[in-house]
């Protein structure tokens, strides 16, 4: 049979290609970390030395490129989904300050360069320079996995890139049209309307078109990921029609996507784990391939272009960089981490030498000095990054506030199994993403005779919990309990495990034993001082539009402050929904001032209520994707207004299309006290104050 086998080089075989293409991703960035070398070297050098240039094992056939141009459009994509919207949309003055420094100043120097040294004409020395003009984010996987894509010098990058990138491609279009004798009016008028028609579609249409899939799609995990695939190529091939390079197309699905799309969901892990361990090592390996270092020696004209760009293109991004760290008062770690981003060329920058040589305004000499340029800017990228992005994530663990002691420990008692699913995204989201501690689901068990049948079917409702946990890629240990209630054995394995907050799906049914001797909601409140968030789920969390809390007054006074307001924040960030606060000025004054002391940076308004009576009529204000949270309180503390009471009634009867959170904030234990000064609304009915 091994007869039947072609093992000419280069191989043929699909079976066997892919196979080596594996062990390459595979071995590769294994052995390179141990020399403390980026992955993303190796598999480039990879590419150059089993590619035709090399020992021509691997041809860089239509399955590599096919391949290669899924990983590029990857990187772009995972670029605009993962970026902080808040502060993209805050830093984008910054980010067009960039984006025009780093490209006027490369194209600006190359030209001159091109035009008055080596003697080119004025269009193929634009072309010549607009090469190292734009920028690929190769290293991108590098920082998100250093956990600095929020930061802003990344922010600011990632703006500037889409900016010099669809400037240059602008060029890159005049130039061909003008060479071909097309530049009239009408030119213009379509290209302009062209894009402002494609921006619309993806930055508009297409959110909508995905909000309405998710929720369509909820329980179809593996459709929802192909759904988004859909997505990211439909938008690169509309930018394509609008005379746009795909990776804009991208990149603007990654901005559409981002605010439907949690951090820490089943669905990003999916992302990034396909695109970071196939895709993008593919699109590594195909560039590798393009690289023909035998050029160097034999044309003498290709040596003196790659050089030239070589040694320009670092210098002149460089510049960029410098320029932008002065402007704006950036440390020196984070101007070095913006030329590591910015100095990698690849999609752009072929497609601009490609058109020109397809159009006969630049010869193989440019074609070879530019694939050698991709080669060269690959590894500084690489390296660069790597050594900023350490030093800069070890300084930014140091630098985050510390606004809650404890560490979170989340305890998700599953009593139906129809919301297991929810509570553990929510338990997901809510958890600190700095923090490594596990989320316990809980199965308590009554003590009876049919203790054992009941152990049978609650075990098996936690392994549905881990499963659907596992796709998050979150540490999860289940618990059983056996108690003689269930109260009881929440509260124990809240001592246990020394639980930090408590996640509990909503009972609408109070039975008349409930009445009588209350419900598990109230022992656990009266018996535990932790954080406790009563859920109630109506709408996929990743459709929610935005998240309105209300809060009582002294709310800031509770020692359980800064952890609801944390976990407020994080459910902001990570469902990409806005707040509106309700509540007293004074308390929403206190909050303003938290809320923008403390990470992460979240969209915030504050709107005043004069009294509890308004949680009735708020109905009215609110959209089917708003989130309702409540602030609620214990009896006998700071923040308890007996009106409290009444608030799960009528979330019940006049939110039955929204979902709603209720927060009990953690508590002193009742032998502490805190001394609290008269209130500036002594006097006032108590009634009205929430």
């Not at 043929?12 to 052995?31: D, G, K, S, Y």
């Not at 820490?264 to 270092?293: C, K």
């Not at 760290?325 to 999609?347: D, E, T």
């Not at 994707?625 to 609620?632: A, G, H, N, R, T």
Request: charge should be neutral; aromatic fraction near 8%.
């Amino acid at each position: 049979m091994l007869l039947n086998i072609d093992l000419t080089l280069p191989f043929r075989e699909p079976v066997l290609i892919f196979t080596l293409v594996l062990l390459i991703i595979l071995v590769v960035p294994i052995v390179l970390n141990k020399f403390r070398i980026p992955g993303i070297v190796g598999l480039i050098v990879a590419g150059v030395v089993l590619g035709p240039n090399g020992l021509n094992i691997l041809a860089r056939d239509a399955s590599i490129v096919l391949f290669g141009t899924v990983g590029l459009l990857y990187i772009m994509f995972q670029a605009g989904l993962e970026i902080d919207m808040i502060d993209f949309k805050r830093y984008k003055v910054r980010s067009l300050v960039f984006g025009s420094l780093t490209f006027l100043i490369p194209i600006l120097v190359g030209t001159a360069t091109f035009l008055y040294i080596h003697g080119y004409e004025v269009k193929p020395a634009i072309l010549l320079a607009s090469m190292f003009a734009p920028h690929t984010l190769l290293a991108y996987p590098i920082v998100s996995r250093l956990g600095l894509s929020k930061n802003e010098a990344v922010t600011l990058t990632i703006g500037g890139t889409l900016i010099t990138d669809t400037a240059v491609l602008f060029v890159l279009a005049i130039i061909i049209n003008s060479t071909q004798g097309d530049t009239g009016v009408w030119f213009w008028v379509f290209m302009v309307v062209e894009m402002i028609i494609f921006v619309a579609v993806v930055l508009w249409i297409f959110p909508k078109i995905a909000k309405w899939m998710f929720k369509q799609l909820e329980s179809e995990k593996g459709a929802q990921y192909i759904f988004v695939l859909t997505v990211v190529f439909a938008a690169a091939f509309l930018s394509e029609v609008a005379g746009m390079e795909a990776i804009i197309g991208a990149f603007l699905a990654g901005l559409a996507l981002n605010p439907l799309i949690p951090h820490t969901s089943a669905l990003m892990n999916r992302i990034e784990f396909v695109g970071n361990n196939i895709f993008i090592p593919f699109f590594l390996i195909s560039t590798g391939m393009l690289v023909d270092l035998t050029v160097l020696f034999t044309d003498t004209n290709a040596m003196l272009i790659a050089g030239t760009i070589v040694v320009l293109a670092p210098l002149t991004k460089y510049a960029a960089a410098f320029f932008t760290q002065k402007i704006f008062k950036f440390s020196i770690l984070q101007r070095n981490l913006i030329f590591g981003l910015s100095s990698a060329h690849a999609a752009a920058t072929l497609a601009v030498v490609l058109a020109g040589f397809e159009i006969g305004l630049l010869g193989e000499s440019a074609l070879n000095g530019a694939v050698v340029l991709i080669l060269v800017s690959s590894i500084v990228s690489s390296f660069s990054t790597e050594k900023v992005g350490r030093k800069l994530a070890i300084l930014e663990s140091r630098r985050k506030p510390d606004i809650s002691v404890k560490q979170d420990r989340i305890l998700v008692p599953i009593g139906n199994p129809e919301t297991i699913e929810r509570l553990i995204d929510l338990s997901v989201i809510l958890k600190n993403p700095d923090q490594k501690g596990p989320i316990y689901p809980l199965a308590v068990v009554i003590d009876n005779e049919h203790a054992e049948e009941e152990i049978f079917k609650k075990n098996k409702m936690l392994q549905e919990a881990i499963t659907h946990a596992s796709a998050t890629d979150s540490d999860v240990q289940l618990v059983s309990k056996i108690d003689v209630n269930v109260s009881s054995g929440i509260l124990r394995a809240i001592k246990e495990l020394m639980i930090t907050e408590v996640v509990l799906g909503w009972n609408a049914k109070i039975t008349t034993r409930d009445r009588i001797f209350g419900t598990v909601l109230d022992s656990l409140l009266d018996n535990t001082d932790e954080m406790i968030l009563v859920c109630k789920i109506i709408q996929p969390l990743n459709t929610t539009g935005r998240i309105v809390v209300i809060v009582p007054t002294n709310a800031e006074l509770e020692r359980g402050f800064m952890r609801w307001v944390r976990s407020v924040k994080l459910l902001s960030t990570q469902l990409g929904a806005p707040i509106v606060f309700r509540g007293r000025k004074r308390t929403l004054n206190k909050l303003k001032s938290v809320i923008a002391d403390t990470k992460p940076t979240v969209e915030a308004d504050y709107v005043p209520y004069a009294s509890l009576n308004e949680i009735s009529t708020m109905k009215a204000e609110l959209l089917k994707d708003d989130m309702v949270v409540v602030i609620s309180a214990r009896k006998r503390t700071v923040s308890y207004n007996s009106a409290m009471d009444y608030v799960p009634r009528i979330l019940s009867r006049n939110y039955k299309d929204n979902s709603f959170i209720v927060i009990y904030p953690e508590q002193y234990p009742v032998y502490q006290t805190v001394p609290i000064k008269p209130t500036a609304y002594a006097g006032k009915n108590e009634e009205e104050e929430f």
